[in-house]
């Protein structure tokens, strides 16, 4: 369920020293988008009944927000109960308890961090997140923080950008041809990943949706043939582009695997120890980079007529794809379209 989202964190202290537990302590949830807390005005889809607003439009991309005239105020709220109290002023929410142990603390963090925004999405227009956690264990302030981070980079010149962009732009046409739709589509799942991977608020927030597309990649670029092989045949092609066996089952079948078994495709209740979701973890963060070799190897071979695509020439929705439809449309309420 949270396979993607749950990392190593550490208890960042602002002094050297350790914790002392039992303590009094305060956790401060620190959520984002500002709106619906009463903090701005704009932003969001929040507006305040019975009073007037301005809707904005982006005709381009379709998003939308409002600002009401009179917007709310910062939230402020106080629930007691026994043994702790819970706050919220504005866009922070803070649970006042005394915790016997660190291990405590974090299932605290923890159980606040992933099920209040799940929760609050059910009756909030604008779904919101946990953007930091930080507080105080006794007298000491902390900052809840990743345990560990993978940065990558792209190094390049002002000349090789303006040639990427150029030969981007000459590229067009192998992709314009009708018989390489699958290669287009491809593309087009790639683009969704990375795209995923930079929107992402929280950690690992869309890496379940950027797995499936990455999978969804190399499914539709190297076909079965209708056997339901799929691995075997990405294992065939990629070898055919000068891939190693090693290089094929660490960087591009887990893809297909973890779509398949690990909380991508299907659901998965089961609680994942630490250690095996790291190995998880590990190969979504080296996964955009193999698979980018992997489109540059494979276009550069189709230039030079070394390699090609499986040809898709039926342009035809399936038939369930069209009776699915048509089920929409029977549902759909009048005037909607």
């Known amino acids: 369920m949270f396979s993607y989202q749950v990392r190593p964190r550490v208890f960042k202290r602002s002094a050297d020293g350790e914790y002392q537990l039992p303590a009094d302590c305060q956790i401060r949830f620190h959520f984002l988008p500002e709106q619906p807390f009463g903090v701005v005005a704009d932003g969001g889809r929040t507006a305040v009944r ?4 301005k809707a904005r439009f982006n005709a381009y991309t379709g998003q939308h927000e409002i600002q009401s005239r009179e917007p709310l105020q910062p939230l402020n709220l106080i629930l007691e109960e026994p043994g702790r ?16 142990s660190l291990p405590d603390v974090e299932e605290t963090i923890r159980s606040v961090f992933f099920a209040v925004p799940t929760l609050l999405n059910v009756t909030f227009a604008d779904p919101p997140y946990v ?13 809840w923080e990743l345990r560990a981070w993978h940065m990558e980079f792209l190094t390049t010149t002002q000349e090789l950008q303006q040639q990427h962009v150029a030969q981007a732009w000459e590229r067009m046409s192998i992709v314009a041809a009708s018989h390489r739709r699958r290669l287009l589509a ?38 079965s043939g209708g056997d339901g092989r799929t691995r075997d045949a990405v294992r065939t092609q990629l070898r055919a582009l000068g891939f190693t066996e090693s290089e094929i089952e660490g960087n591009y079948l887990p893809a297909i695997a973890l ?7 299907h659901v998965e209740l089961g609680l994942f ?7 998880v973890h590990a190969f979504t963060e080296r996964a955009e980079s193999a698979f980018r070799i992997m489109f540059q190897r494979l276009i550069k071979a189709i ?25 929409l449309r029977e549902y759909t309420p009048a005037g909607v379209i």
């Open 303 to 327: 230039e030079e007529d070394r390699f090609d695509v499986t040809a898709y020439k039926d342009s035809k929705p399936r038939k369930e794809a069209l009776d699915v439809i048509e089920r």
């Open 85 to 100: 109290v819970v706050e919220l002023l504005g866009r922070t929410l803070t649970v006042s308890q005394r915790f016997d």
């Open 186 to 223: 491809a593309l087009h799942y790639f683009h969704l990943a990375c795209r995923l991977a930079r929107e992402g608020y929280t950690a690992g927030e869309f890496v379940a949706e950027v797995v499936l597309n990455l999978s969804k990649a190399l499914e539709v670029l190297f076909p």
């Open 273 to 279: 120890r630490m250690e095996q979701l790291k190995m």
């Open 50 to 53: 019975s009073v007037a607003a």
């Open 259 to 265: 779509r398949n078994e690990i909380d991508v495709g």
């Open 131 to 143: 953007e930091r956690v930080d507080g105080s264990i006794g007298n000491d302030e902390f900052r």
